[in-house]
């Protein structure tokens, strides 16, 4: 027979429970909005019925409130961070690509390539018409100035784009180190709550926000594993072990202690592309917080870093793919000893290529202040090159190798091994876009600076060049008088076309058409003053209005057998470059929406699982108001109970 | 599956703002008239949008700029042209007038001042030009067609001739006569004078293009030798002798003893008349001269006489325009003209403007087609032999004049009447002479004309092609106009009728939200 005063504490029980029920009720309404907030519950269970030795067994005493546990599925968020990290990689593509498309754009509004070109043109024919007029001639000067500008605006803009883009990656390096060491710090605080036994709704709810944050920028792969007893390995002590990983297998957070990443600006020297920017950065793991020592290199190139990252870093560094590789065939045995050599002190490797963008200089984009170089997985740094094509058209490369630099010994072991300069990164970015930029500067200024050569002004003087290349540091320009490696020749049938068979040899340092860029293009500065020197005629002693070097140059627009940019006459530059463009950013767009429509989807189901629900708050707020009232009325009840048992009972 | 607030909430922001990103592309469609705002929308369309922007400009180039340059060029030629054919049919005239046998001696000086004149007209019309730009000088437009004032400038010329360009001259040897007067008439030679001395012959010579050659130096004649496979001289250097005109005896007298002779191959220059004369050996030799059809570019005919020129008259017409020449040979200056003709390469110097898509059209007329040198030597030949018979009547009235100063029976009588009778055959041969120059000149100067009345014909013609071209060009550009418009500019009632359907499906969206979000059950309890 259990105590007379049994009831009571049941109802107690029931209070205690219907008060934590009211008080989740309240809290659940109050975080309604509150991003990521999981809706929380009462876990009750009837209490362990009391053995009271009568015939009807044993009695129910009541309910036990166990716990607050918030209502959340940890399997929906890896699918939503996985899927996050694809958002994040698009949506920065997205950014960027429109950023780039706006710089190609020609339209009604914006005068791009083809408006600019078709005015040079325009002007071509004004002077085909009249080549003795001094203004027809300086007007078409100027529109072929237009053309230089419109060049170096977009080289300036791309490296505008590459340099905002290495900005951000920045600051999202320095974003996962902030969110590195927040989860340190929250797992910490979970670990000391849930070690006493109870549950942190809100610290977890936090984590799964801070790692939401955290998937957008970078793949990551977040696991917890209980702590056991090691003693007694089937006892969970409550504990829990979080470990957050990057792609490359390093892990970022591993409970409450985290790793950094620090972001190191590369040297003049250690340039990836010829037109790369000044400070691209580098990324390293710190491995000690406190005196800041790098670790190894983070590879931001690989192709599963994912996230922002990787959207930051195909856009910065994006090469369609194509970086330096090649063979190695030779190692010279010891280092140049002659003290006034200009490569004193280096040691000559020759590396053989097969790519034919490798082959074609005017696709060259070796950087020309030296740079790093792979040879067999092993870093070294080059100073110079040279390229070397022999008769049948194959390409070797000398490379002067500063040994000193990273202190490794070059030795013949070398030899037959992979080199390899800079990444393939298959993704046309901004590296992409320059090397298209510089490739169209180079075929066109040496196919029309060749015919101008050939030809005559209408005074009868030989012809110069027009398109040139504005030195970096001084007012002189390069005029490629240096070795040709591509030759502009009148052939058989009167066509003035290029060849390459035959043997040259270009050092970086040469006046040769490698030394044009798109961000140097400009016009001879002597033909704004002197619109004389434009060669308009092929026969010296013809008239002034000779206008047959006109026609060539006209025909050399136009005509792909005489100058080709991707296989297509010089004029169709823009459709060319504009399908990447527009491709590019198209697929960016339906990637990003489609990963976010997805990811919308997967926080909805997220949502339908955690998220408050008013009607259902609204339902439980009457279900436990109920309830309290029923429990209170019951101690009412038994109060009154008490006082006809005690006060009127038997006295 | 549960659906909460949220859930609700979250589509409802994605469905509202789908409707908005579809408003907005058909506000932007409808406020631009454009179908895309960056090409990523439609790469397809902005690349064919570039190609007619590419093609509707060039078009525009070729309607606006260069046909209507064209057209001026072309007609300003067909002017000067037309006024060239007008001056030979004038020119027709005094010939006709000229070949008349009838003739007093102020008709003659009438005639001889109107040739002169109308001489220099021809090719001061040659001197037109368009802008500044001379118009039948080919590509060195900077320079006239003739010399505008008299210069001394030394060109060497070479001229590349046919046996066609030979001819024969009748020759009439009037010895002294001319310059006989009232003091020397009865003293050697002149008192030997009898009618006998007066002959007439026939010579065969060579026209060069100028008159007043340079004397310093001999003209070189080559023909093409088929062993040496190149043009080589024709005739030993002793073999050409320079004689002038007022020699004695005369060049012409000298050819004549050469053919008594059979001297074999001999040339005589005269250089003021711009004559070669030649043997009839010679002269045999060079007819037989012939293209053989099996060479291309080699011209076996060819005869090629290089000779200099120094001293240019205001008339003359510039040699670059027609010969393979330079000037200021032998120095540091010297400038070659045409070297290419000697090569048997003659590309003529024509302009032609773009008016179409790998289309163009000749706007010039080249002097070579109209303004021949002919027509200026063959009036120097009617002048001069007008001149020789104006002189030969004023040596007669001279002599009669004298004559009357003697009585019949006197020895100067008799001297003079010798004279006088030598005179008056002169008299009668030259009239010949020119009345039969004359004749001929109206056939020369009709071919002329015939020439001329042929450029302006070819010059109309293509007048008339460029208004074809023209036409076809508007309908071109409007075509490419519609194309362009047709890809890029949108359809405004296709467009109005879809933002009206956005425009309700976002009202639509707009009420449910509103009317689902206001409630749930705590309204109610």
């Known amino acids: ?651 | 599956m549960r659906i909460t607030n949220k859930v609700i909430q979250n589509n409802s922001t994605s469905n509202i703002n789908i409707n908005k990103i579809l408003q907005d592309k058909l506000n932007n469609q409808m406020s631009t008239e454009k179908k895309i705002v960056r090409p990523s929308d439609d790469p397809v369309v902005a690349i064919r949008a570039l190609r007619l922007r590419t093609n509707v400009s060039q078009v525009t180039q070729f309607y606006e700029k260069n046909i209507p340059d064209a057209e001026s060029w072309l007609k300003i030629t067909e002017d000067a042209l037309t006024s060239v054919s007008s001056v030979l049919t004038d020119m027709i005239e005094q010939c006709t007038k000229g070949a008349s046998e009838k003739l007093t001696a102020t008709d003659r000086n009438t005639i001889l001042d109107a040739l002169t004149q109308l001489r220099d007209e021809v090719y001061a019309t040659g001197n037109a030009d368009y802008a500044g730009r001379s118009v039948f000088t080919g590509y060195r437009t900077e320079t006239t067609l003739k010399f505008t004032t008299g210069e001394t400038l030394k060109y060497s010329i070479t001229e590349q001739l046919h046996n066609d360009n030979l001819d024969s001259i009748t020759y009439v040897k009037k010895g002294v006569i001319d310059t006989i007067n009232e003091v020397n008439f009865n003293t050697a030679p002149y008192n030997a004078i009898v009618e006998q001395d007066v002959e007439e012959s026939t010579i065969c010579r060579m026209r060069l293009a100028y008159s007043s050659i340079d004397d310093t130096d001999k003209p070189v004649i080559k023909t093409y030798d088929s062993t040496a496979k190149s043009y080589v001289e024709f005739n030993a250097a002793a073999d050409t002798e320079i004689i002038s005109q007022n020699a004695d005896p005369n060049p012409y007298d000298v050819i004549k003893k050469y053919d008594d002779n059979n001297a074999g191959d001999k040339f005589i220059l005269v250089p003021e008349t711009g004559e070669l004369l030649m043997t009839k050996s010679a002269y045999e030799k060079l007819m037989k001269l012939k293209d053989e059809s099996s060479t291309a570019v080699i011209d076996e005919g060819e005869i090629q006489i290089e000779y200099k020129k120094s001293v240019w008259d205001k008339d003359d017409l510039r040699p670059e325009h027609y010969f393979a020449c330079s000037a200021n040979p032998g120095t540091a200056d010297e400038i070659k003209y045409n070297a290419d003709y000697l090569k048997g390469i003659h590309e003529k110097q024509s302009i032609e403007y773009d008016v179409g898509l790998n289309q163009s059209i000749r706007v010039n007329t080249t002097a070579d087609e109209v303004f021949k040198h002919s027509i200026g030597r063959d009036v120097d030949d009617m002048i001069a032999s007008m001149q020789a018979v104006i002189d030969m009547e004023a040596t007669l009235g001279k002599l009669e004049a004298m004559q009357k100063e003697y009585n019949s029976g006197d020895a100067e009588y008799d001297v003079i009447q010798k004279q006088l009778d030598a005179a008056n055959k002169a008299f009668t041969l030259l009239k010949e002479k020119n009345q039969k120059l004359f004749e001929s000149g109206i056939t020369k100067m009709q071919k002329h004309l015939d020439d001329a009345n042929y450029a302006t014909t070819n010059c109309g013609t293509r007048e008339n092609k460029l208004d074809l071209i023209k036409n076809r060009l508007m309908s071109q550009k409007t075509n490419f106009e519609t194309l362009q418009s047709d890809n890029e500019n949108i359809d405004l009632t296709d467009v109005a009728i879809q933002l009206s359907g956005a425009e309700l499906t976002y009202q639509a969206a707009l009420m449910s939200v509103g009317k689902i979000m206001q409630q749930s059950l705590m309204n109610y309890i």
């Open chain 1, 1 to 651: 027979m259990p105590s007379q005063f049994f009831g009571l504490n049941i109802a107690y029980t029931g209070l205690l429970n219907s008060n934590a029920a009211i008080n989740t009720t309240a809290n659940n309404i109050a975080n309604a909005e509150t991003e990521g907030y999981s809706r929380q519950q009462v876990n009750s269970q009837a209490s362990e019925a009391l053995r009271v030795w009568a015939t009807y067994g044993c009695a129910g005493a009541g309910v036990d409130t166990l716990s607050i546990e918030r209502i959340h599925d940890e399997f929906y968020d890896s699918k939503y961070w996985h899927n996050n990290t694809k958002a994040g990689e698009y949506a920065m593509k997205e950014y960027y690509m429109l950023q780039i498309e706006d710089y190609f754009k020609d339209d009604s509004t914006i005068e791009g390539f083809t408006t600019v070109f078709q005015k040079m043109m325009d002007g071509m024919a004004e002077m085909q018409k009249n080549p003795a007029s001094d203004s027809t001639r300086a007007q078409f000067i100027g529109l072929a100035g237009n053309i230089c500008e419109y060049f170096r605006s977009m080289a300036n803009s791309m490296e505008q784009v590459q340099k905002d883009a290495n900005s951000e990656l920045k600051l999202k390096i320095d974003e996962i180190n902030s969110i590195a060491s927040e989860l340190a710090t929250i797992n910490k605080q979970i670990n000391v709550i849930e070690l006493s036994g109870s549950k942190a709704n809100e610290l977890r709810d936090n984590r799964t926000l801070l790692i939401d944050r955290l998937s957008a920028i970078v793949e990551v792969d977040a696991r917890e594993y209980p702590i056991t007893d090691t003693n007694d390995p089937d006892r969970k002590t409550g504990g829990w072990q979080y470990i957050v990983k990057l792609s490359d297998g390093m892990t970022l957070v591993d409970t409450d202690s985290y790793n950094t990443l620090t972001c190191i600006a590369r040297t003049q020297d250690e340039k990836a592309n010829q037109s790369d920017i000044d400070g691209l950065y580098d990324v390293y793991w710190i491995t000690n917080l406190n005196t800041g020592a790098l670790g190894d290199k983070f590879n931001i190139y690989n192709p599963s870093i994912g996230g922002e990252i990787k959207g930051l870093v195909q856009t910065r560094d994006g090469n369609n793919g194509e970086n330096f590789h090649g063979t190695v065939t030779s190692v010279a045995g010891n280092r140049v000893s002659d003290p006034t050599d200009k490569h004193y002190g280096q040691k000559k490797i020759t590396v053989s290529v097969t790519a034919d963008f490798l082959k074609d200089m005017d696709k060259c984009k070796l950087s020309n202040t030296g740079g790093s170089i792979v040879l067999a997985n092993e870093e070294y740094y080059y100073t110079d090159w040279t390229y070397n094509r022999d008769d049948d058209g194959n390409v070797t490369y000398d490379i002067w190798i500063d040994e000193d630099k990273n202190g490794a010994v070059l030795t013949g072991l070398k030899i037959g091994k992979e080199a390899e300069m800079g990444k393939a990164v298959s993704y046309q970015g901004v590296p992409y876009y320059q090397q298209q930029l510089n490739e169209w500067v180079r075929i066109f200024s040496n196919a029309f600076n060749s015919i101008l050569k050939d030809g005559y002004t209408k005074d009868g003087q030989a012809g110069v060049a027009l398109f040139v290349g504005d030195h970096a540091v001084d007012e002189e320009q390069w005029l490629f008088d240096g070795p040709e490696y591509k030759k502009y020749a009148e052939g058989a049938d009167k066509l003035f076309g290029p060849t390459n068979d035959y043997a040259v040899s270009v050092n970086k340092d040469d006046d040769s058409y490698y030394m044009l860029t798109a961000k140097n293009f400009n016009i001879l500065s002597a033909m704004i003053s002197d619109s004389g020197l434009l060669a308009t005629k092929t026969d010296a002693a013809s008239g002034t209005d000779d206008y047959s070097n006109v026609l060539r140059l006209n025909d050399m627009v136009k005509n792909n057998k005489v100058a080709s940019y991707r296989g297509a006459a010089t004029q169709e530059f823009l459709t060319c470059i504009l399908s990447d463009v527009a491709l590019n950013s198209k697929n960016a767009r339906t990637f990003k929406q489609n990963y976010e429509n997805i990811g919308k989807s997967i926080n909805n189901q997220r949502i339908s699982i955690s998220g408050v629900d008013h009607d259902e708050e609204a339902m439980d707020l009457i279900k436990y108001q109920n309830a309290y009232t029923m429990a209170s009325k019951m101690i009412q009840t038994l109060s009154e109970i008490y006082n006809r048992l005690i006060l009127e009972t038997g006295v």
